[in-house]
């Protein structure tokens, strides 16, 4: 049986791919919470933390060789559309991110 990841694992890297049309290497964060719950933001602020860590760290390329050279994108699978304050926060983390040469975005699904 496989564990199921997802936001709430802070530690975790949820899934990891490379994107078949630009061919970057993103980063999954699986996201099943309502955000109506009040700990949202906090735990995939702490998640993104841990997912910058994994790339400034190297441990990305030093697991995943064949993401050497290409471009990373942090990707928040929601199960709830965002509401206007996760929003504003996913609006500045696009912002802060790109600072680091990784793309943020989110999608349903």
């Not at 890297?13 to 109506?36: A, G």
């Not at 860590?53 to 995943?64: D, P, T």
Request: hydrophobic share 40%.
């Amino acid at each position: 049986m496989s564990k199921i990841v997802s936001i709430e694992q802070i530690d975790v890297i949820d899934f990891i791919s490379i994107d078949q049309d630009d061919k970057n290497v993103v980063l999954t964060i699986s996201d099943h919470l309502s955000w109506n719950d009040k700990d949202h933001l906090n735990l995939l602020q702490s998640k993104i933390n841990r997912y910058l860590a994994f790339v400034e760290s190297g441990e990305l390329f030093e697991n995943y060789p064949d993401a050497k050279g290409r471009s990373v994108c942090i990707r928040l699978a929601c199960k709830y559309e965002i509401n206007s304050i996760a929003k504003e926060f996913v609006d500045y983390m696009k912002i802060a991110l790109a600072k680091e040469n990784i793309d943020f975005s989110y999608k349903l699904g």
